[in-house]
């Protein structure tokens, strides 16, 4: 199982970013996937899932309204997009998979990838 992630960047209050996941290895269509972030000093938190199986997603109540994520089965890829970005949203974004992936939570989620930085700052 692999993922890569990429698309982060530095990018001014109010800008928009999409990060994207390609995977390896696993059944794209029948696992969840998800993005995490981390920001220095704090936990690792979910910001947004999808079970392609199950039609079910997940957005963290902080970015509601502001990402969205989507997938592209014939590219095995997830994308994250992300717009009006905080500085608050500064972070190591990571995408996970996981046969289930049991509520966005880290926890849930068994194979990583690397991380990608986003940060936010005028």
């Known amino acids: 199982v692999q993922l890569q992630a990429s698309g982060g960047g530095l990018v001014q209050p109010g800008g928009s970013l999409r990060l994207s996941c390609a995977t390896s290895g696993f059944n794209f269509d029948y696992w969840a996937i998800g993005w995490f972030r981390q920001a220095p000093g704090k936990e690792r938190e979910g910001v947004s899932c999808?079970?392609?199986?199950?039609?079910?997603?997940y957005f963290g109540d902080s970015v509601k309204g502001r990402f969205t994520i989507s997938i592209d089965s014939a590219k095995k890829t997830v994308y994250l997009q992300m717009n009006n970005l905080e500085p608050e949203d500064t972070a190591v974004y990571y995408c996970a998979t996981a046969r289930y992936g049991l509520a966005c939570s880290p926890r849930g989620y068994d194979y990583w990838g690397q991380g990608t930085q986003v940060t936010v700052s005028s």
């Open positions: 999808i079970h392609s199986e199950f039609g079910s997603t």
